[in-house]
């Protein structure tokens, strides 16, 4: 497939290290070094599901398309205020789509894995038109009162439209099931039969463990992929990597062994927004003009499972 059309959305609320510090025992110094960010955007009294109808009418836009040219329509989301339907049809009645659709919910790498399900479905000969959208508000995940994960996050939505080409050159998806490392309980409704021990537990990180994997997992499987298409890093325009921590981010151009100039990053703007992460990312190289025809893009992600993505595609 090929990407015609990108959109981003991010909350009005910019939430600065400094404003963090005033009920944290945190400081700037502490985030800026550590993670490299230095504001995010918070979800106050936005919906995920308005801002990801925005993103997503913005994307189609840029494509050309119509509401009626979709034959399928996934959504990257962990949590959002509905349970059922799926986010993905709450998006869809806001912006007049009537494919099917379904959500994904593979953590922070959701959009190698929606890239990986339409491409699929692309290359069986079911769909031409293909909207994404990733939508993620992990910062209504956390205890905002645990220093060690609630200043990591940011909010945001951000799509994709893809449509007839053969610009996906590959993807691979990577699963190292850990669950402990990353989760988030919440209790369900009651029943007259429940007799386990149900408990709300916000998300939990085992911070220097997913580093590792993120680093490790990322340069293992952007390896793998360039072999995989018969590439090398020499031919590598751009790596978009999830905007988790900007020392993870540099660890992954370290090993590569690539210039920073290959690494566009928003993380100092925006946090960790989850699967949106690297879409917003996307979308804002998209609309500056930074990709030229011909230039090939990276794309890399790991989180919560512990899952990996990667994805290569020619501009
Ligand atoms: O998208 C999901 C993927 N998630 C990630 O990729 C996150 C991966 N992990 C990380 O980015 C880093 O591990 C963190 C940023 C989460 C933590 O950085 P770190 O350098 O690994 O720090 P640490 O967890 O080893 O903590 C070092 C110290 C601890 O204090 P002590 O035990 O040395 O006294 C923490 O309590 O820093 C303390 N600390 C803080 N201090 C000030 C933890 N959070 C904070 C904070 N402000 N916000």
């Excluded at 007259?192 to 590792?212: A, C, S, W």
């Excluded at 990597?241 to 690539?258: F, P, T």
Aim: hydrophobic share 40%.
């Amino acid at each position: 497939m090929k990407i015609l059309g990108t959109g981003s959305v991010v909350p009005k609320k910019l939430v600065t290290n400094d404003m963090l510090s005033e009920f944290l025992d945190t400081s700037d110094e502490w985030i800026t070094t550590r993670t490299g960010i230095g504001t995010r955007h918070v979800i106050s009294d936005e919906h995920l599901e308005d801002m990801a109808a925005e993103a997503a009418l913005k994307a189609i836009e840029m494509s050309g398309k119509k509401p009626g040219d979709f034959d399928l329509f996934i959504c990257s989301n962990v949590v959002n205020e509905y349970v059922t339907p799926s986010l993905a049809c709450v998006i869809s009645e806001k912006i007049g789509l009537s494919c099917p659709c379904f959500d994904v919910n593979a953590a922070c790498p959701g959009f190698m894995f929606t890239l990986d399900i339409a491409e699929s479905y692309y290359k069986a000969g079911r769909v031409k038109t293909v909207l994404i959208v990733c939508a993620d508000e992990p910062t209504r995940m956390c205890d905002w009162a645990d220093r060690s994960t609630c200043v990591l996050f940011g909010d945001g939505a951000a799509a994709v439209v893809l449509g007839e080409g053969d610009n996906i050159l590959a993807t691979r998806l990577h699963s190292q099931p850990s669950v402990d490392k990353l989760w988030e309980r919440r209790v369900l409704e009651p029943t007259p039969y429940i007799t386990k021990t149900e408990v709300n537990t916000p998300l939990q990180m085992k911070g220097r463990d997913v580093f590792k994997f993120a680093v490790t997992a990322s340069t293992t499987e952007v390896e793998a992929l360039l072999e995989s298409i018969g590439k090398t890093k020499d031919d590598v325009s751009y790596y978009i990597v999830h905007q988790a921590n900007m020392r993870i981010i540099d660890a992954i151009k370290n090993y590569l062994g690539e210039p920073e100039s290959k690494f566009p990053t928003n993380i100092a703007d925006h946090g960790n927004s989850s699967s949106a992460s690297c879409t917003i990312l996307l979308d804002s190289c998209v609309r500056n003009g930074l990709f030229k025809e011909g230039d090939l893009i990276v794309f890399s992600a790991f989180g919560a499972g512990l899952l990996s993505g990667a994805a290569a595609i020619v501009w």
